[in-house]
């Protein structure tokens, strides 16, 4: 089995990556000022001359990026190449706003592609496998990125997209799937179902490459646990080109950033200010190889830790943590910050099922935080008193994990929609903006 996909820059000792990482900054911040109008002009405002980065330590003296900026230049502002040398597009499920559009050249794609098949090596796979991408296709990164990794590793890739329950259940058991690819509560559906249908013992699946939204540790137990897979993080976003920005080893302790093509760099979200690896803060990235869509410190409002420690994998690329939030969607309840992964770590923790949804809303000018999760079939129970002590149990281990009281109600089995990508766990009621 192989153990890495390009084994020369995944293990590329330090100074060697540091070197490498310096040359091809200094590299982008040239090509970026030479090919883009709205760089060059946010540079010239602060007076900063492409001379003047020249190591990764320079690159605090560069502006910011963030998402409006991308909203503001669309479709085309951002590019630094012209439109007859890109040949793809993609965009970001975003609910709010103007979407973001990423455009790629080739050489573009075939990168991420590689991001992606390193992804899906660490996670034990080679071209014996049978890869099941369950990612939407089309505008959204998860099914093109991922369907091109496996392609490069060489693997049987069913390109499935998502939906579609029974038929995935059927090509996972008839083609003998190894390898799944989809959202972490896509995953567990799949779970839920293939029990339901009585095929767990027919699954032969290895490897689950989960990712594009957040989730628990707990999360994580229960996907294994019900689809017999080792289930590894994946991380991406479309702006940096989509899936495989980082990727989750067979250590499950952090996902290593691609540092060949990505400078990670951690700040306060309020200040700005860049902090140092282990405090957590929000994620801000620079591309260093792209063409067509390149990002200078674009700041993802992902809030998470990156770990410089050795890792027992060998691959030498710093890792990040899961991401705890985002710095957009903390809830703040009564003046408390909520995340919502704590509300789904202490659900898990309490036995219940990963099917949930936060609904917060304003009452008489005090805010109500409501979470109405189902029982696991298993502990389902028709007695009023049973029913009335869990949901008592949940509201204390609540308590004591946010600080503020949640009402929680224990609805049936089934009665929360099921996702087939990112699943929407809150419904924030309030009109706040
Ligand atoms: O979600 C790309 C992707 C596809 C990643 C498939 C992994 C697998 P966007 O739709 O642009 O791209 O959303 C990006 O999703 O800023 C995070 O907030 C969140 N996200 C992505 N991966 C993870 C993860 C894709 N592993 C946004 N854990 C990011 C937690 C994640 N959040």
Same mark, same amino acid.
């Given at each position: 089995m192989k153990r890495y996909y390009q084994p020369e820059i995944e293990t590329m000792p330090r100074e060697q990556l540091k070197a490498l990482q310096d040359e091809r900054l200094a590299k982008q911040v040239k090509y970026v000022y030479d090919n883009n109008e709205f760089y060059r002009g946010k540079m010239d405002e602060l007076g900063i001359k492409p001379e003047d980065i020249k190591t990764t330590e320079d690159l605090a003296k560069l502006p910011f990026t963030v998402k409006d900026d991308l909203r503001d230049q669309y479709p085309y502002g951002l590019m630094c190449k012209p439109l007859s040398e890109c040949v793809r597009i993609q965009s970001t499920s975003g609910t709010t706003g103007r979407r973001v559009v990423a455009f790629y050249t080739q050489k573009d794609i075939d990168l991420w592609e590689d991001c992606c098949a390193r992804a899906i090596v660490a996670a034990g796979g080679d071209e014996n496998d049978v890869c099941q991408v369950c990612y939407g296709y089309g505008l959204f990164t998860g099914g093109p990125g991922l369907n091109g990794g496996s392609h490069r590793v060489g693997c049987l890739t069913l390109p499935m997209s998502s939906g579609n329950t029974q038929r995935q259940l059927q090509f996972m058991t008839d083609l003998e799937a190894t390898i799944l690819c989809c959202t972490p509560s896509y995953a567990a559906y799949l779970g839920e179902s293939a029990i339901e249908a009585g095929l767990q013992d027919k699954l032969k699946l290895k490897a689950g490459i989960f990712g594009a939204e957040a989730w628990t540790e707990e999360m994580r137990q229960d996907i294994q646990n019900k689809l017999g897979l080792k289930a590894y993080d994946i991380y991406g976003l479309t702006e940096l080109s989509g899936p495989g920005v980082s990727f989750e080893c067979e250590e499950q302790k952090g996902m290593h950033i691609n540092e060949d093509h990505f400078i990670a760099e951690i700040i306060n979200p309020i200040t700005g200010e860049v902090l140092p690896h282990g405090e957590k803060g929000e994620l801000v990235f620079t591309s260093l190889t792209k063409e067509a869509f390149p990002l200078i410190r674009? %700041?993802? %409002?992902d809030i998470c830790v990156l770990n410089d420690t050795p890792c027992s994998c060998g691959r030498t690329h710093i890792r990040m943590s899961k991401p705890m939030g985002r710095s957009d969607d903390m809830l703040i309840i009564r003046g408390v910050n909520v995340f919502p992964s704590q509300i789904e770590t202490v659900l898990l923790n309490n036995?219940?099922?990963?099917?949930y949804q936060i609904i917060v809303d304003r009452v008489d000018n005090t805010d109500t935080l409501d979470v109405n999760v189902e029982m696991p079939a298993d502990a389902m129970s028709d007695s009023v008193a049973d029913i009335t002590a869990k949901e008592k149990q949940l509201i204390e281990a609540l308590k004591s994990m946010l600080g503020i009281k949640a009402n929680v109600h224990l609805v049936d089995a089934k009665s929360i929609t099921r996702s087939e990508g990112k699943a929407v766990r809150v419904i924030d009621k309030r009109k706040l903006y």
């Open positions: 674009y %700041r993802t %409002r036995g219940m099922s990963p099917n």
